[in-house]
């Protein structure tokens, strides 16, 4: 998640930053090298020193893919308390976010070591969005493609916990209820499962532009949208066909791909255990009917009446 920084930006987050940035050295935790400073809550030290260690490979992958030079210093941020990194990202799903004005990545580190995540592909991700910040003006970056790129190039990591037993984009390909490109161009929705979709439909749809037009078409649109021109002017310079229309056949070659029995069996092993839970239900409640009618056929057997 790439976080644009505001008036309301949170005072705890900006007083923690600055007791850790004007501390004495000697007191703060802090790893610093000719290319990244690591900040870091106890007892993270080794993973802060685990950070240091991969960053020059993560950077250098990272400038391979995208061919730009990322000539800055960023600050990382390494948190071990989830209630402060949940104040900062303001979502439960999110293990980390990026601050481009700060140059300033921050890792919920104990909720990034849960699978798929690992440190080197969350650092590529978050650097990726540090890295088109500051090559990119925030007004020609729209949210989608600055998602959908860093996800392309960290093999599809998000920031978010993504569920891996369901597909809302799968489910919005069947129902034809798709989030706009043009909705997701200034900033995702906040509820969940509208949150998940717009993930999916960002890593899905630079994809298919990379699939299609191959990887330097997606470099070409990068190029433009660094030269000043807006992104419908970006994509039609590079691919020669306008934005709204590359959302058509993109929609088109997910529905060619996407039927009831793929999603059914995409969502094969939820459909299992959903069957074997009403199974269960239904053998204990056919179980209390059969020891009511025993208790029942046994009363009336011992009725002195009877």
């Known amino acids: 998640m790439c976080f644009i920084m505001s008036s309301i930006f949170p005072p705890l987050f900006v007083l923690f930053i600055i007791l850790f940035q004007t ?61 402060t990194f949940q104040k900062i990202a303001g979502s439960d799903l999110v293990v980390a976010v990026a601050i481009p004005q700060r140059n300033l990545i921050v890792i919920d580190y104990p909720k990034m070591r849960t699978r798929p995540f ?46 891996g037993r369901r597909s809302f984009l799968n489910e919005a390909i069947l129902s034809n209820n798709y989030l706009t490109i043009d909705e997701l161009t200034d900033g995702f929705p906040k509820d969940k499962k509208s949150l998940l979709l717009a993930y999916e439909e960002s890593k899905s749809f630079v994809e298919y532009i990379s699939g299609k037009f191959g990887r330097d078409a997606i470099l070409n649109i990068l190029k433009y949208l660094r030269d000043g021109y807006e992104v419908d ?67 009336e057997i011992l009725m002195p009446w009877d």
């Open 23 to 83: 501390g004495n050295p000697q007191q703060r935790n802090v790893i610093e090298t000719s290319e990244v400073v690591i900040l870091f809550e106890e007892p993270l030290r080794s993973a802060a020193e685990e950070v240091a260690d991969i960053y020059p490979g993560v950077k250098k992958e990272l400038e391979e893919v995208l061919r730009w030079k990322l000539n800055f210093k960023p600050t990382i941020l390494l948190l071990n308390n989830k209630d």
């Open 118 to 163: 690992a440190i080197g592909t969350t650092l590529k991700h978050e650097l990726c969005h540090l890295l088109l910040h500051h090559y990119i003006q925030r007004t020609n970056l729209p949210k989608w493609l600055d998602e959908g790129i860093s996800q392309w190039v960290s093999e599809g990591i998000a920031e978010i916990i993504m569920d």
């Open 233 to 299: 002017t970006a994509v039609l310079k590079s691919l020669s066909i306008p934005l709204d229309e590359l959302e058509k056949t993109w929609h088109s070659h997910l529905r060619t791909r996407t039927t009831w029995i793929t999603y059914l069996t995409t969502n094969l092993y939820q459909g299992i255990f959903f069957l074997a839970a009403l199974m269960t239900i239904y053998g204990f409640i056919r179980f209390l009917i059969k020891k009511r009618r025993y208790k029942d056929e046994e009363g």
